[in-house]
Protein backbone atom coordinates (compact mmCIF):
# COMPACT_ATOMS: atom_id res chain seq x y z
CA UNK A 1 0.00 0.00 0.00
CA UNK A 2 1.53 3.60 -0.85
CA UNK A 3 -0.02 6.64 -0.34
CA UNK A 4 0.60 10.53 -0.38
CA UNK A 5 -0.80 12.31 2.29
CA UNK A 6 -0.99 16.12 1.87
CA UNK A 7 -1.56 17.48 5.71
CA UNK A 8 -0.07 21.34 4.34
CA UNK A 9 0.12 23.27 1.15
CA UNK A 10 3.72 22.15 1.21
CA UNK A 11 3.87 19.16 3.81
CA UNK A 12 3.01 15.79 2.71
CA UNK A 13 3.60 12.24 4.14
CA UNK A 14 4.48 9.34 2.38
CA UNK A 15 3.17 6.17 3.81
CA UNK A 16 4.21 2.72 2.69
CA UNK A 17 3.40 -0.15 3.63
CA UNK A 18 4.16 -3.68 2.31
CA UNK A 19 3.96 -7.76 3.43
CA UNK A 20 7.36 -9.22 4.17
CA UNK A 21 5.79 -12.05 2.33
CA UNK A 22 6.72 -9.23 -0.92
CA UNK A 23 9.38 -7.50 0.23
CA UNK A 24 12.53 -7.53 3.01
CA UNK A 25 14.02 -5.02 4.89
CA UNK A 26 17.14 -4.59 2.26
CA UNK A 27 14.47 -4.24 -0.31
CA UNK A 28 12.55 -1.63 0.95
CA UNK A 29 15.41 0.28 1.76
CA UNK A 30 16.63 -0.28 -2.03
CA UNK A 31 12.98 0.92 -3.33
CA UNK A 32 12.47 4.19 -1.26
CA UNK A 33 16.11 5.07 -2.53
CA UNK A 34 15.03 4.79 -5.89
CA UNK A 35 11.95 6.85 -5.66
CA UNK A 36 14.14 9.31 -3.50
CA UNK A 37 16.35 9.32 -6.60
CA UNK A 38 13.49 9.63 -9.07
CA UNK A 39 11.73 12.57 -6.98
CA UNK A 40 15.03 14.74 -6.36
CA UNK A 41 15.75 14.44 -10.62
CA UNK A 42 12.36 15.36 -11.35
CA UNK A 43 12.09 18.26 -8.88
CA UNK A 44 15.29 19.31 -10.45
CA UNK A 45 14.41 18.91 -13.79
CA UNK A 46 16.91 16.22 -14.52
CA UNK A 47 16.48 12.99 -15.99
CA UNK A 48 16.29 10.20 -13.85
CA UNK A 49 18.83 7.87 -13.59
CA UNK A 50 18.13 4.50 -15.18
CA UNK A 51 16.74 1.54 -12.54
CA UNK A 52 19.68 -0.92 -12.11
CA UNK A 53 18.00 -2.74 -10.38
CA UNK A 54 15.95 -6.49 -11.36
CA UNK A 55 12.00 -6.49 -12.05
CA UNK A 56 9.65 -9.01 -9.87
CA UNK A 57 9.00 -11.41 -13.32
CA UNK A 58 13.34 -11.17 -13.31
CA UNK A 59 13.22 -11.87 -9.24
CA UNK A 60 11.31 -14.97 -9.92
CA UNK A 61 13.35 -15.97 -13.00
CA UNK A 62 15.99 -15.97 -11.04
CA UNK A 63 14.78 -18.15 -8.33
CA UNK A 64 13.34 -20.43 -10.56
CA UNK A 65 16.97 -20.95 -12.19
CA UNK A 66 18.26 -21.66 -8.82
CA UNK A 67 15.77 -24.37 -7.92
CA UNK A 68 16.64 -25.91 -11.18
CA UNK A 69 20.18 -25.82 -10.82
CA UNK A 70 22.73 -28.06 -9.36
CA UNK A 71 23.84 -25.62 -6.77
CA UNK A 72 20.24 -26.49 -5.60
CA UNK A 73 20.66 -29.65 -5.24
CA UNK A 74 23.97 -29.33 -2.96
CA UNK A 75 22.56 -26.94 -0.92
CA UNK A 76 19.70 -29.46 0.37
CA UNK A 77 22.70 -32.06 0.79
CA UNK A 78 24.74 -29.85 2.83
CA UNK A 79 21.67 -28.50 4.76
CA UNK A 80 20.63 -32.04 5.53
CA UNK A 81 23.93 -33.04 6.84
CA UNK A 82 24.68 -29.32 8.61
CA UNK A 83 21.34 -30.15 10.98
CA UNK A 84 21.58 -33.83 11.11
CA UNK A 85 24.94 -33.00 13.13
CA UNK A 86 22.62 -30.55 15.69
CA UNK A 87 21.35 -32.43 18.71
CA UNK A 88 17.57 -30.82 17.97
CA UNK A 89 16.66 -30.24 14.46
CA UNK A 90 16.32 -26.72 13.59
CA UNK A 91 12.87 -25.22 14.67
CA UNK A 92 11.11 -29.14 13.58
CA UNK A 93 7.28 -29.88 13.50
CA UNK A 94 8.09 -31.91 17.21
CA UNK A 95 9.68 -29.22 18.63
CA UNK A 96 7.64 -26.58 17.43
CA UNK A 97 4.28 -28.62 19.05
CA UNK A 98 5.83 -28.33 22.41
CA UNK A 99 4.91 -25.54 24.97
CA UNK A 100 7.87 -23.59 25.24
CA UNK A 101 8.51 -20.58 27.33
CA UNK A 102 10.12 -17.70 25.30
CA UNK A 103 13.17 -16.03 26.77
CA UNK A 104 13.05 -12.19 25.97
CA UNK A 105 15.97 -10.11 27.19
CA UNK A 106 16.95 -6.01 26.24
CA UNK A 107 19.77 -3.70 27.10
CA UNK A 108 21.65 -1.70 25.08
CA UNK A 109 25.13 -2.13 24.98
CA UNK A 110 27.47 0.39 27.14
CA UNK A 111 30.14 2.62 24.79
CA UNK A 112 32.59 0.73 27.05
CA UNK A 113 31.75 -3.05 26.41
CA UNK A 114 31.29 -1.99 23.05
CA UNK A 115 35.24 -1.27 22.68
CA UNK A 116 36.03 -4.30 24.56
CA UNK A 117 33.91 -6.12 22.03
CA UNK A 118 35.76 -4.87 19.08
CA UNK A 119 39.03 -5.59 21.03
CA UNK A 120 38.20 -9.29 21.14
CA UNK A 121 37.13 -9.26 17.75
CA UNK A 122 40.68 -7.48 16.59
CA UNK A 123 42.38 -9.87 18.69
CA UNK A 124 40.69 -12.59 17.14
CA UNK A 125 41.46 -11.30 13.39
CA UNK A 126 37.37 -11.44 12.79
CA UNK A 127 33.99 -9.08 13.22
CA UNK A 128 32.64 -8.17 15.84
CA UNK A 129 29.55 -10.13 14.14
CA UNK A 130 31.27 -12.81 14.28
CA UNK A 131 31.96 -12.48 17.82
CA UNK A 132 28.18 -11.94 18.58
CA UNK A 133 27.28 -15.44 17.01
CA UNK A 134 29.75 -17.11 19.48
CA UNK A 135 28.35 -15.10 22.20
CA UNK A 136 24.35 -16.02 21.11
CA UNK A 137 25.17 -19.79 20.87
CA UNK A 138 26.99 -20.11 23.96
CA UNK A 139 24.18 -17.84 25.32
CA UNK A 140 21.18 -20.50 23.60
CA UNK A 141 23.33 -23.73 24.47
CA UNK A 142 23.01 -22.47 28.92
CA UNK A 143 19.32 -21.79 27.99
CA UNK A 144 18.23 -25.09 26.15
CA UNK A 145 20.64 -27.50 28.74
CA UNK A 146 22.37 -28.69 25.54
CA UNK A 147 25.54 -28.97 24.61
CA UNK A 148 25.30 -27.13 21.16
CA UNK A 149 23.91 -23.75 20.74
CA UNK A 150 22.06 -22.92 17.85
CA UNK A 151 20.84 -19.91 16.54
CA UNK A 152 19.34 -18.61 13.16
CA UNK A 153 21.38 -15.87 11.07
CA UNK A 154 19.92 -13.24 9.17
CA UNK A 155 21.62 -13.19 5.72
CA UNK A 156 20.54 -10.09 3.14
CA UNK A 157 21.03 -12.87 0.17
CA UNK A 158 22.20 -10.25 -2.46
CA UNK A 159 25.44 -11.19 -4.24
CA UNK A 160 25.02 -8.84 -7.12
CA UNK A 161 24.84 -5.09 -7.58
CA UNK A 162 21.06 -5.96 -9.29
CA UNK A 163 20.30 -7.31 -6.55
CA UNK A 164 20.91 -4.97 -3.91
CA UNK A 165 19.10 -2.04 -5.77
CA UNK A 166 16.19 -4.70 -6.22
CA UNK A 167 12.59 -5.00 -4.63
CA UNK A 168 11.82 -8.47 -3.48
CA UNK A 169 11.81 -10.98 -0.87
CA UNK A 170 15.27 -12.19 -0.70
CA UNK A 171 16.49 -11.86 2.72
CA UNK A 172 17.31 -15.61 4.49
CA UNK A 173 18.42 -17.62 7.60
CA UNK A 174 20.93 -19.70 8.11
CA UNK A 175 20.82 -21.88 10.94
CA UNK A 176 24.92 -21.68 12.90
CA UNK A 177 25.12 -24.68 14.98
CA UNK A 178 28.50 -24.80 17.98
CA UNK A 179 29.41 -26.60 20.19
CA UNK A 180 29.72 -24.69 23.67
CA UNK A 181 30.38 -27.45 25.89
CA UNK A 182 33.36 -28.21 28.01
CA UNK A 183 36.44 -27.42 27.08
CA UNK A 184 35.03 -25.16 24.85
CA UNK A 185 36.66 -21.67 25.70
CA UNK A 186 35.58 -18.39 24.13
CA UNK A 187 38.49 -17.91 21.28
CA UNK A 188 37.65 -21.33 20.48
CA UNK A 189 33.75 -20.36 20.03
CA UNK A 190 34.49 -17.46 18.09
CA UNK A 191 36.96 -19.33 15.51
CA UNK A 192 34.47 -21.93 15.16
CA UNK A 193 31.69 -19.06 14.97
CA UNK A 194 33.95 -17.76 12.19
CA UNK A 195 34.52 -20.91 10.18
CA UNK A 196 30.38 -21.71 10.57
CA UNK A 197 29.33 -18.65 8.79
CA UNK A 198 31.85 -18.50 6.22
CA UNK A 199 31.00 -22.20 5.23
CA UNK A 200 27.22 -21.79 5.58
CA UNK A 201 26.78 -18.79 3.90
CA UNK A 202 27.99 -20.52 0.85
CA UNK A 203 25.01 -22.04 0.61
CA UNK A 204 22.72 -19.40 2.22
CA UNK A 205 20.68 -19.36 -1.40
CA UNK A 206 18.73 -22.35 0.15
CA UNK A 207 15.35 -21.35 1.96
CA UNK A 208 15.03 -21.60 5.59
CA UNK A 209 11.85 -22.38 5.48
CA UNK A 210 13.24 -25.47 3.04
CA UNK A 211 15.96 -26.33 5.58
CA UNK A 212 12.73 -26.85 8.45
CA UNK A 213 10.93 -28.91 6.17
CA UNK A 214 13.56 -31.36 5.20
CA UNK A 215 15.39 -31.61 8.88
Not at 48 to 66: D, F, H, K, M, N
Request: glycine share 8%; charged share 25%.
Amino acid sequence: LWALIKVGPDHYFWYVRSHHAVIDGYGGLAITARIADYYSATIQGKEPAPYRGLSVPELITLEQEYTNSEDFGRDRVYWAERTAELEIAVHSRETETRSTLEHRAEAALSAELGVRLDAVAETAGTSIARVLTAALCGFESVLSGQDTGTVALAVAGRRTTALKLSGGMISNAIPIGLYCGYPATRDGLIEAAASAVSSNLRHARYRFEDIRRDA
